[in-house]
């Protein structure tokens, strides 16, 4: 157990509708990091969060968008869906932004089918 | 932009040592990770490597860095069927951002 929580662990939807996935860090860790999961893309990187602040961004698309509470949980929400965004949604979360070895705790995912 | 590229797929005897490769483009590269990805579960870290070093061993584990050619590997010696999982590959760039680069992941199949 990474002490990682992400919910909910499946979700099947509709092209154009919107989700919203939750994620609980590790206790003590101030970074979330979202990753998208897919068989063709692999593991790719969509956003950073620091104690609630956006740190970093990789290849998030407009139709998505996230935050970080003050109580440093996340939720990654996706809009006008579509059928490629079928993926296993990864939250990670560590210690700090910067120093240390970088270690990602990694949830087990949030499984998204769009039909 | 900065890439990390592994081979797909790799088959293996029990017993055998497994040799997983990686490769990366970004020279600021400043600490590579191995992470095991089960079936139904997240990414769990291996081990990791700073690039100040060529090797590091960690029981059955054995990573070597030649940082001139950008490329990494990851041994597994007496492999067995409970190691069949995909191994990503990872690296944190010294600027920029800090999130990690992940490879596109290496199955290993463990024959018995």
């Known amino acids: 157990d990474s002490g990682v929580t992400q919910t909910p662990k499946h979700l099947i939807t509709a092209t154009g509708q919107r989700v919203t996935l939750r994620c609980s860090p590790r206790?003590?860790?101030?970074?979330v990091y979202w990753y998208q999961q897919s068989l063709d893309q692999g593991l790719q990187f969509l956003i950073q969060?620091?104690?609630?602040?956006?740190?970093a961004k990789g290849n998030i698309l407009e139709r998505f968008s996230a935050q970080q509470f003050p109580d440093l949980h996340s939720e990654l929400n996706l809009s006008s869906l579509e059928l490629g965004d079928s993926a296993l949604y990864f939250c990670?979360?560590?210690?700090?932004?910067?120093?240390?070895?970088?270690?990602?705790?990694f949830g087990e995912g949030s499984r998204l089918t769009v039909l | 932009g900065e890439d990390v590229e592994q081979s797909l797929f790799l088959s293996v005897r029990e017993g055998d040592s497994s040799v997983i490769n990686c490769t990366y483009t970004?020279?600021?590269?400043?600490?590579l990770y191995w992470y095991k990805q089960e079936p139904g579960a997240g990414l769990q870290l291996l081990t990791y490597?700073?690039?100040?070093?060529d090797m590091k061993q960690d029981q059955r584990l054995t990573v070597l860095l030649n940082k001139k050619d950008k490329h990494l590997s990851l041994r597994i010696a007496d492999t067995q069927t409970g190691d069949s999982a995909i191994y990503f590959c990872?690296?944190?760039?010294?600027?920029?951002?800090?999130?990690?680069?992940f490879g596109s992941g290496t199955r290993l199949q463990v024959q018995p």
């Open positions: 990670a979360s560590s210690v700090g932004t910067s120093g240390n070895t970088g270690e990602l705790f």
């Open positions: 206790s003590g860790d101030l970074s």
């Open positions: 969060y620091y104690n609630g602040e956006e740190r």
């Open positions: 970004d020279s600021s590269s400043t600490y």
């Open positions: 490597i700073f690039s100040n070093m």
């Open positions: 990872a690296d944190l760039m010294d600027t920029g951002r800090r999130a990690l680069t």
